[in-house]
């Protein structure tokens, strides 16, 4: 089974900064398979990237994703005050596993 | 609009079976897609429990296979959970969800939490 980290643990910035959060896995993922997803207190997770960087339906272009191999890359490119949530990186391989996830709170 | 629902038993005694079920609407489940379960223990991150095809091909978590049933009703336009000798941690948020492109996961339910406890 293919385990993510992701990094760091929690960002605190301002809004209007870059946030680039980090995903790592144990073992080369197919980049097809790597997606990211926003997630706020209450609330179920939203997807933002598939396919490593293709934005999902709606996602402002502000998100980007980029990465190959076992280093993935979510960047916010200028924080907007609805951004601050919990991001969680997740991939399909022989098994279907999420990282554990960064918060990105104000400063 | 895809819209999903999750149902069933907010509390589960241990060593029972939890069972839930989620209705889907705006889109039928024969139609295609795989169509999952995730859960979240409180304060924690997301878990993949297994995930359906309309044809009924199952994919399960190993962590869970040897506990796990999930099973899809074309004709009510739901799919189940089943999960067996529950303890206090199999607590968490449950949520449904239809998977998208390339195993992302592109629609999600509200959630149901279930708690485990005597």
């Known amino acids: 089974e293919i385990v993510l980290t992701q990094s760091p643990g929690t960002l605190s910035l301002s809004p209007g900064e870059r946030a680039t959060l980090s995903c790592r896995a144990s073992?080369?993922?197919?980049?097809?398979?790597l997606a990211w997803y926003q997630q706020k207190p209450g609330q179920a997770p939203r997807l933002l990237i598939y396919?490593?960087?293709s934005r999902a339906t709606g996602i402002p272009d502000r998100f980007s994703g980029s990465g190959s191999g076992t280093d993935f890359t979510l960047t916010i490119s200028r924080l907007e005050p609805e951004d601050f949530a919990v991001y969680y990186c997740?991939?399909?391989?022989?098994?279907?596993?999420f990282g554990g996830g960064t918060k990105v709170e104000i400063k | 609009q895809v819209q999903l629902q999750e149902s069933g038993p907010g509390l589960v005694k241990p060593s029972e079976t939890l069972s839930l079920t989620c209705t889907v609407s705006?889109?039928?489940?024969?139609?295609?897609?795989?169509w999952g379960w995730i859960r979240q223990p409180p304060g924690k991150g997301l878990e993949w429990i297994g995930s359906?095809?309309?044809?009924?091909?199952?994919y399960y978590s190993p962590s869970l296979k040897s506990r796990l049933t999930i099973s899809v009703d074309t004709s009510k336009n739901q799919f189940s959970l089943k999960l067996s000798s529950v303890t206090a941690a199999d607590t968490a948020v449950y949520y449904c969800?239809?998977?998208?492109?390339?195993?992302?996961?592109?629609?999600w339910g509200q959630g149901t939490l279930v708690t485990v406890s005597s």
């Open positions: 969800a239809r998977h998208a492109s390339a195993w992302s996961i592109g629609y």
């Open positions: 705006g889109y039928s489940i024969s139609s295609g897609y795989h």
């Open positions: 359906i095809y309309h044809s009924g091909s199952t």
């Open positions: 073992q080369s993922v197919s980049s097809n398979y």
């Open positions: 396919g490593a960087s």
């Open positions: 997740q991939q399909y391989g022989s098994s279907l596993t």
